[in-house]
């Protein structure tokens, strides 16, 4: 238990100062490498709590793709590389003053709502011995019981594709 | 470990997220703050899936990593776009529907 509360701690604490990173970076290729550290925190946290499919989709998906899609889009773009001072508006007050606002009542709700709900780990009844984020019970739940979802999320993302081509083409 | 550690964690992550799509200016800037609000959602599913012993919650972020795939497609490609036709990716510019 101590040892996954100390791994999780660290991984938090990374992955937040990553993320602000994100946000407050001068430098639009650096933003997408603070975005990589958040991505591969995420991952960490799912196989922490057992979800190893997850976890490698994340890895394979965000990290492999979609990163790669936004250093395409910043090339594209012809974005300022090294360190450009307008990237932000100059309503930065407010928008902090709405994100600690907005932090501030979900974290109170939900310690209100949660406050002391423990996850499972070890024993009967826990994630080590229950198995439920193997790729096969994954594999069972998508084919069976949301096939249908699945199906159309398929669809979605041909429409995507197709979309993406017919916005980006040069006429 | 708590259920709370993880779905405090993931409010930060969709906070910053916010204050990123609120301040930035480029288009791509902007889409990827969208991402790390993403991420939290993502995070908030695992960990109820987790504490409720039920994948279900599993299976729906992966149709949420599915579909942001496709939200950054698309995404980029509307950027594109408007980097084409005023030769910035800055988002304030596009104001052509202000009266």
Redesign the interface.
């Known amino acids: ?1 101590v040892a ?2 100390v791994v ?1 701690w660290i991984l ?1 604490v990374a ?2 100062l990553a ?2 990173g ?2 407050r970076s001068r430098n ?1 290729v650096h ?2 490498l603070y ?1 990589v550290v ?2 591969a925190g ?1 991952a960490a ?2 196989i ?4 190893e ?2 976890a490698w ?2 890895v394979i ?2 990290i492999g ?2 990163i790669i ?2 250093l ?3 090339m ?4 300022p590389m090294g360190g450009e001072s ?4 100059d ?2 007050w ?3 003053v ?3 606002f ?2 501030g009542v ?2 109170t709700l ?2 209100d709502a ?8 070890s024993g009967a ?1 826990g ?1 080590r011995t ?1 198995r ?2 193997t790729s096969g ?2 594999a069972d ?2 084919f069976k ?2 096939v249908v ?1 699945f199906e159309v ?1 398929s669809i ?2 041909l429409a ?2 197709v ?3 017919v ?2 083409r ?1 006429d | ?9 993931a ?10 799509v ?8 902007v ?3 969208v ?2 609000m993403l ?1 939290a959602v ?2 908030n599913l ?2 109820f ?3 409720l ?4 919650g ?2 729906f ?3 949420v ?10 995404g ?6 408007i ?2 036709n005023l030769h910035s ?1 800055d988002l ?1 510019r596009v104001d052509q529907l202000k009266g």
């Open positions: 238990m996954q509360n999780f938090a992955m937040v993320a602000i994100v946000v639009v933003a997408a975005l958040v991505m995420a946290q799912y922490l709590v057992a979800a499919f997850v989709v994340q998906i965000y793709a979609v899609l936004f395409f889009g910043i594209l773009t012809r974005a307008d990237l932000d508006n309503r930065k407010p928008a902090a709405v994100s600690l907005l932090v979900l974290a939900l310690i949660f406050h002391a709900k423990e996850i499972k780990i009844g994630l229950l439920t984020g019970h994954i739940l998508i019981s949301y979802p999320v979605l993302l995507a594709l979309g993406a081509v916005i980006a040069r | 470990m708590i259920l709370n550690q993880f779905l405090v964690l409010a930060v992550l969709f906070c910053i997220g916010v204050y990123g609120l301040v930035r200016r480029n288009g791509v800037l889409l990827m703050s991402e790390l991420n993502n995070i695992v960990a899936s987790a504490y012993h039920q994948a279900a599993q299976v972020a992966l149709f990593i599915t579909i942001a795939a496709a939200e950054v497609g698309v980029l490609a509307i950027v594109l776009l980097y084409r990716p304030d």
